[in-house]
């Protein structure tokens, strides 16, 4: 899946919000109150955005159809880039100290040894 920007991020967060806890999609003008736009040309723009991107759906012609797509798999997505960055700032900080590095995931669970070559940062 693409990024998304700052904005359609913030839209994304809001709709998942908003149909968890209603069971239905708002309006165009929840959306605009709720992203303080008093215009409903940035919210279809962001939505149809969102749509090409893959994280929502809606039926042409039809009020209240938006669906989130995958809603999980954003989850993974982002719980595996913060562990990529947790990861890596382990290893920076176990590098600088020369000592083990220990990596695991739910499938393997190994060492590795790291060169004691100095490193510059």
Same mark, same amino acid.
């Given at each position: 899946m693409e990024k998304l920007t700052d904005a359609q991020n913030e839209l994304y967060e809001w709709l998942m919000g908003y149909i968890k806890s209603h069971q239905h999609s708002p309006s165009i003008r929840q959306m605009m109150q709720a992203m303080n736009l008093k215009s409903p040309a940035p919210i279809q723009s962001r939505l149809e955005h969102l749509r090409n991107k893959g994280y929502i759906e809606w039926s042409e012609g039809k009020a209240r159809t938006i669906r989130i797509i995958h809603p999980e798999k954003r989850l993974?997505?982002? $719980?595996?880039?913060?562990?990529? =960055?947790?990861? $890596? $700032?382990?290893?920076?900080?176990?590098? #600088?100290? #020369?000592?083990?590095?220990? /990596?695991?995931?739910?499938?393997? =669970?190994?060492?590795?040894?790291?060169?004691? $070559?100095?490193?510059? /940062?």
């Open positions: 993974e997505e982002h $719980t595996s880039e913060l562990q990529s =960055r947790e990861t $890596t $700032t382990y290893a920076v900080s176990c590098l #600088k100290k #020369k000592k083990y590095v220990y /990596f695991s995931d739910m499938h393997s =669970r190994y060492l590795l040894w790291l060169s004691l $070559t100095p490193i510059k /940062f």
